[in-house]
């Protein structure tokens, strides 16, 4: 589906938005009581702060 596609190709095709202060670009597919689910990319020099979370994400 994305292959051969450049990250801003994808970002643009996600709908992704930049991540503030953790870096990447994600966006919320599914959120409910009992975690998140993203789409989640970084590109080739991104930087990306782990961070703890209180609920479940899957990404």
Request: glycine share 8%; charged share 30%.
């Amino acid at each position: 589906m994305f292959e051969n596609k450049s990250a801003q190709e994808v970002i643009s095709e996600l709908d992704l938005a930049p991540l503030e202060g953790e870096g990447g670009f994600f966006r919320v597919i599914q959120r409910d009581d009992f975690g998140n689910a993203i789409y989640f990319l970084m590109a080739e020099g991104d930087f990306s702060a782990w961070h703890i979370l209180k609920e479940r994400e899957t990404w």
